[in-house]
Nanobody, 112 residues
Framework: QVQLVESGGGLVQAGGSLRLSCAASVRIFSISVMGWYRQAPGQQREVVATITSRGSTNYADAVKGRFTISRDSTKSTVYLQMNSLKPEDTAVYYC??????WGQGTQVTVSS
């Protein structure tokens, strides 16, 4: 079992930036896939971005070119840099680590 703790959420105006952090309780170099998901009110949880142990990344079409996922194995932390934020990015953002390990979520609110 991997414990994940997110931080960095908050309220930001449209066009602004936030960086989310996800600290893991274990060394992440051995975790095959980590990522960020989000869930807006009344919506299903959806994938935002993923990163493999080899550093390969994938992004949802809605965030390509605006969000960047990265991992620092020395700190056992995964990051999500979010730029050019839009009101539709408003959601609770969850960190994920294979397999089926989830953080408690951090709220991101983008005002128009």
């Amino acid at each position: 079992q991997v414990q994940l703790v997110e931080s960095g959420g908050g309220l930001v105006q449209a066009g602004g930036s936030l960086r989310l952090s996800c600290a893991a309780s274990v060394r992440i170099f051995s975790i095959s896939v980590m990522g960020w998901y989000r869930q807006a009110p009344g919506q299903q949880r959806e994938v935002v971005a993923t990163i493999t142990s080899r550093g390969s990344t994938n992004y949802a079409d809605a965030v390509k070119g605006r969000f960047t996922i990265s991992r620092d194995s020395t700190k056992s932390t995964v990051y999500l840099q979010m730029n050019s934020l839009k009101p539709e990015d408003t959601a609770v953002y969850y960190c994920y680590a294979a397999y089926d390990n989830w953080g408690q979520g951090t709220q991101v609110t983008v005002s128009s």
